[in-house]
């Protein structure tokens, strides 16, 4: 059965693209027939950090609109032929999207898709609404800093009452806190919050952790998806994410100062 | 107008009793001297002449009698008239003033529910909503977290096993228990009930209510902060204690 997974957050600027990227990548290299969506309709970035932007013809909005079918408009990936890319469109807005046309192509990926990796905008209007109404399983991205954490809960707060799943009494979506851009320096100097502070405030279950890194950024600007840099620490963070994900027992890493033996893992709450 | 007792017992009813709540300004007086008082009582109203022509009024002589000073209410209330005020009841004055009120038509009201007094000054009143309070049995049970920006409403009492996220608010017309952190809004008795509580077993809430009464995160006492605590409402007071 195919699962649907959003990558959220509430707050902007804190990796969902990245993750929903990285995610969806890893899930495809497991050999999982994976496609990526991505939401934020108007601000089209999902491509660019795939590397796929010189292939864009169609886009979401146009198979919304029926002016293209779902095989057009889907994109292969270059690096892992498991993996597909539905682009936004940049000209139009977030109302181009309606809930019955985005139930149409989430039902219509489901019949050829293991999972469906749907990339969220920021904010909670219509399309983080959308982006999330239809969902199984919810990754939330949060940096370690109070606004954000608040933004995240506000939006584990729709999760648990305006999805499809709450509104139809199922079972409630399975949420998991990313917490990212984690700096356990910064933590030390008391700049940041702990891995320990969020958990209490979002009481979470933890999928990991993925540090700040340099790697992400130039990963963003070559068009490859983090996890594909093996070497990188926050494309190892990414594995173990999907690894954890898939029902593996990793122990949690980049909690504690790179400094620290590599082998000495912390284990989360 | 007719009261006639012949008249047909079929008749459909014309009136109705309710009970129903108002927002009426109350005139505390504390001194004696009536010229004084009127003088003062002009220039208020110069202030807002739109707000208090013929705005309701209730005297407030409690102050007054306690200091010992005695006031001849019928003169006081001509003052009051003058001033296009209309004064529809009193409270808090002895007996002689009292009957001078009823002889001019003025209701008395007791005093069981007079102003907030100066060690509860940190607390502020809401108006409970204007509707009586009625024995609802439904309690609402919650085992999921409530998250920022949620709000839960239970016409009886409220059970909530998970944490109350800051930006979250929690109503209910009788008790709240938060069986973990609570730290978002908990009202309690928001009909108006003073004998409803709140529990929870970690207090670090944005603003705790009871019966409109209420608290704000920035007046709760650090010794209270981060324990399990009970809050309940003692002569129109919070009391918040510690139930370790």
Known sequence: MARIIVVTSGKGGVGKTTTSAAIAMGLAKKGHKTAVIDFDVGLRNLDLIMGCERRVVYDFVNVINGEASLNQALIRDKNCKQLYILPASQTRDKDALSQEGVGKILDALKKDFKYIVCDSPAGIEKGAHLAMYFADDAFVVTNPEVSSVRDSDRMLG???????????????????????????DRVKLGEMLSVDDVQEILSLHLLGVIPESKSVLNASNSGIPVILDEKSDAGQAYADIVARYLGEDRPHRFIDDKKGFFGKFFGSK | MSTDPHKTPYAPSVLEFKSSTFSVPVLVLSSDDLVAIEQQLQEKISLAPEFFRNSPLVLDLQELNKKGYDIDFAVLADIVRKSGLLPIGVRGGNVQQNKQALELLIPVYSIHSSGVSADTQKQKTIMPTPEPVTDSASTTLITQPIRSGQRIYSSGDLIILAQVSAGAEIMAEGNIHVYSTLRGRALAGVQGNTEARIFCSDLQAELISIAGNYKISEDLDETVRKKPVQIYLQNQTLIIKDIA
């Open chain 1, 158 to 184: 729709i999760l648990a009452s305006k999805s499809r799943r709450a509104e139809r009494n199922e079972e409630p979506i399975k949420e998991y806190l990313l917490l990212s851009r984690y700096s356990p």
